[in-house]
């Protein structure tokens, strides 16, 4: 059993920062990657940012210069620094893991974390 956990969201002024964690805990021999969704109402899920275990990042053209992936692998955690936020960073964000486990390579998905940019 694997869980996501993540913590950080809230209410931001534009312009402001917030910083996003997620943690996954439970039977984890390896992760390959750990990324960042976000959804926002009445549109579909997209992909904000993603790091690998060997530290590779890409990100979302809409996002990119202003908001920063990095992982923890000692403690299986993955942080989304968010700066310059806009009002149409507004969304409900999803911490995605990629986990290797004794029995098989799944995908794991958080709870999920609301942020919300507005003045």
């Known amino acids: 059993q694997v869980q996501l956990v993540e913590s950080g969201g809230g209410l931001v002024q534009p312009g402001g920062s917030l910083r996003l964690s997620c943690v996954a805990s439970?039977?984890?021999?390896?992760?390959?990657?750990m990324a960042w969704y976000r959804q926002a109402p009445g549109k579909q899920r997209d992909l904000v940012a993603r790091?690998?275990?060997?530290?590779?990042?890409n990100y979302a053209d809409s996002v990119k210069g202003r908001f920063s992936i990095s992982g923890d692998n000692a403690k299986n955690t993955v942080y989304l620094q968010m700066n310059s936020l806009k009002p149409e960073d507004t969304a409900v964000y999803y911490c995605?893991?990629?986990?290797?486990?004794?029995?098989?390579?799944?995908?794991?998905w958080g709870q999920g974390t609301q942020v919300t940019v507005s003045s």
């Open positions: 439970g039977t984890i021999s390896s992760i390959n990657a």
């Open positions: 995605n893991a990629q986990i290797r486990t004794p029995w098989g390579t799944y995908d794991y």
């Open positions: 790091v690998t275990g060997a530290g590779g990042t």
